[in-house]
C-alpha cells in the first residue's frame, strides 16, 4: 500500500545508547518531517527536509540528528539517548517544498521509542 | 502567534448522535487549518482542510468544519456517530511558507468516545 512506512514499530533503549529511526515514502513526496507526540502537547517539529540533501531544524531538534538518503527516505538518529526522549515518533511526507504544508500530510503509523 | 486550543480533552457520544469537537485559534496570518484523526497505534490521516476557499468544508466520513473567522474557532462536526470514530482527533493550525518563522501547531488532541 502507498505511504509512509517507519520502523521499528516499538524500541527500549538504555540511556545513553543510540539508534536510527528509519522512514520511508513512495509517494513521490518532496517534503519530509519528523514529529514527536508527547501526552498533552500535540506533535512538535524535530527536523524537517524540503528535498534531498537538505534538512532544517523545527522547534525540538536538541539530542537529534537527521539524514535525508534520498528522495525516498528520511532517517532521524539519537547519538546518546535520553529519558526526555521517551515519546512516540512520527515520520510524516508532503508533496509541497514549503517547511509548512498547505496540502495536508501523509503520517506513518509511528515509533513507540522508550529509554530507561 | 499562533496558537490552537481544543476545548475538550474528551468527549463521549452515544452512536447514532451529534458530534461536535471544538478547536478555537489564533493567528497572525490567514491561517491554514486542518483535523486530523488518529486511531489507537495509528499514524495521522487528514480528515480536511480549509484553505481560505468554502469556510464550510466538506471532510471524509461525514466530517464538516466550519471556519468562522470572527469567532476564531474550526468546529468539528458530524451528524451522527458511529462506533468507527471513536479516535483522537487534533486540530492544526498553519502559516504556509519557506522561512523559519513558518508554523504549524497541532492543538493537544480531544479523544472521542462513542456509546452503544
Known amino acids: 500500500n502507498a505511504g509512509v512506512t517507519q520502523t521499528p514499530k516499538f524500541q527500549v533503549l538504555k540511556t545513553g545508547q543510540s539508534m536510527t529511526l528509519q522512514c520511508a515514502q513512495d509517494?513521490?513526496?518532496?517534503?519530509m518531517y519528523w514529529y514527536r507526540q508527547d501526552p498533552g502537547m500535540g506533535l512538535r517539529l524535530i527536523y524537517y527536509?524540503?528535498?534531498?540533501?537538505?534538512?532544517d531544524k523545527g522547534e525540538v531538534p536538541n539530542g537529534y540528528n537527521v539524514s535525508r538518503l534520498n528522495k525516498r527516505e528520511f532517517s532521524l538518529r539519537l547519538e546518546s539517548a535520553a529519558p526526555s526522549q521517551t515519546s512516540v515518533y512520527f515520520c510524516?511526507?508532503?508533496?509541497?517544498?514549503?517547511?509548512?504544508?498547505?496540502?495536508?500530510?501523509?503520517f506513518g503509523s509511528g515509533t513507540r521509542l522508550t529509554v530507561v | 502567534a499562533q496558537s490552537v486550543t481544543q476545548l475538550d480533552s474528551h468527549v463521549s457520544v452515544s452512536e447514532g448522535t451529534p458530534v461536535l469537537l471544538r478547536c478555537n485559534y489564533s493567528?497572525?496570518?490567514?491561517?491554514?487549518l486542518f483535523w486530523y484523526v488518529q486511531h489507537p497505534n495509528k499514524g495521522l490521516q487528514l480528515l480536511l482542510k480549509?484553505?481560505?476557499?468554502?469556510?464550510l468544508v466538506k471532510g471524509i466520513n461525514g466530517f464538516e468544519a466550519e471556519f468562522k473567522k470572527s469567532e476564531t474557532s474550526f468546529h468539528l462536526t458530524k451528524p451522527s456517530a458511529h462506533m468507527s470514530d471513536a479516535a483522537e482527533y487534533f486540530c492544526?493550525?498553519?502559516?504556509?511558507?519557506?522561512?523559519?518563522?513558518?508554523?504549524?501547531?497541532f492543538g493537544s488532541g480531544t479523544r472521542l468516545s462513542i456509546r452503544p
Open positions: 493567528s497572525s496570518y490567514s491561517p491554514s
Open positions: 509517494m513521490n513526496h518532496n517534503s
Open positions: 527536509s524540503a528535498s534531498e540533501g537538505t534538512t
Open positions: 510524516a511526507s508532503s508533496e509541497t517544498w514549503d517547511r509548512v504544508s498547505n496540502y495536508g500530510y501523509t
Open positions: 480549509y484553505t481560505s476557499a468554502a469556510t
Open positions: 492544526v493550525v498553519s502559516s504556509r511558507g519557506y522561512s523559519s518563522a513558518s508554523k504549524i501547531i
